[in-house]
T-cell receptor, first 114, second 110 residues
């Protein structure tokens, strides 16, 4: 089954404790991205990757890091989480870059930073 | 970078047709317009996409006027299961960065 998976689905952590949210897709997609979703603000893109070893900042990259060492995986790293990073996070992938290609979203990761 | 504006919320009764409009400021010549649907506790999913005029699939219709500055998602005869948040997105083949609208929360009333 074609899908995007994220782990963990739920995470509660404390300020400053490094964490990684994993994202994996099995569709051989080149383009992957991370979004955060907050009430009233919709989906905001954090980082995106056009292909292996090629990443760039989205609209809200501060406090986040990403890496793309393999085509299928695109982890999101919070090296020193803060309470304002409490949010719902979605990973997405598409065949190629650009809005003309359908974005496939993962199920989401709900992160709470205390 | 293309920006989109859409209503925050809409209410509709079951069985009615619902039209949700999105404004696409600064839409570029090669930008496509795409709509996504999101249910609570799920990731958004693709509904429909178009470039100009009208596109119809088994779920919805998409109307795009000649100037392409706006788009209208039309949901025929909505049911309670259509209660969701709907996002519009404009972006072209050259768009590395994607910017979604803030979403329209549709509530279908029995």
């Amino acid at each position: 089954e074609a899908q995007v998976t994220q782990n963990p689905r739920y995470l509660i952590t404390v300020t400053g404790k490094k964490l990684t949210v994993t994202c994996s897709q099995n569709m051989n997609h080149e383009y992957m991205s991370w979004y955060r979703q907050d009430p009233g603000l919709g989906l905001r893109q954090i980082y995106y990757s056009m292909n292996v070893e090629v990443t760039d900042k989205g609209d809200v990259p501060e406090g986040y890091k990403v890496s793309r060492k393999e085509k299928r995986n695109f982890p999101l790293i919070l090296e020193s989480p803060s309470p304002n990073q409490t949010s719902l996070y979605f990973c997405a992938s598409s065949l190629y870059k650009g809005g003309s290609y359908e974005q496939y979203f993962g199920p989401g990761t709900r992160l709470t930073v205390t | 970078l293309a920006k989109t504006t859409q209503p925050i919320s809409m209410d509709s009764y079951e069985g009615q047709e619902v039209n949700i409009t999105c404004s696409h400021n600064n839409i570029a010549t090669n930008d496509y317009i795409t709509w996504y649907q999101q249910f609570p506790s799920q990731g958004p999913r693709f509904i429909i996409q178009g470039y100009k005029t009208k596109v119809t699939n088994e779920v919805a219709s998409l109307f795009i006027p000649a100037d392409r500055k706006s788009s209208t998602l039309s949901l025929p005869r909505v049911s309670l299961s259509d209660t969701a948040v709907y996002y519009c997105l404009s972006g072209g083949a050259g768009s590395y960065q994607l910017t979604f609208g803030k979403g329209t929360k549709l509530s279908v009333i029995p």
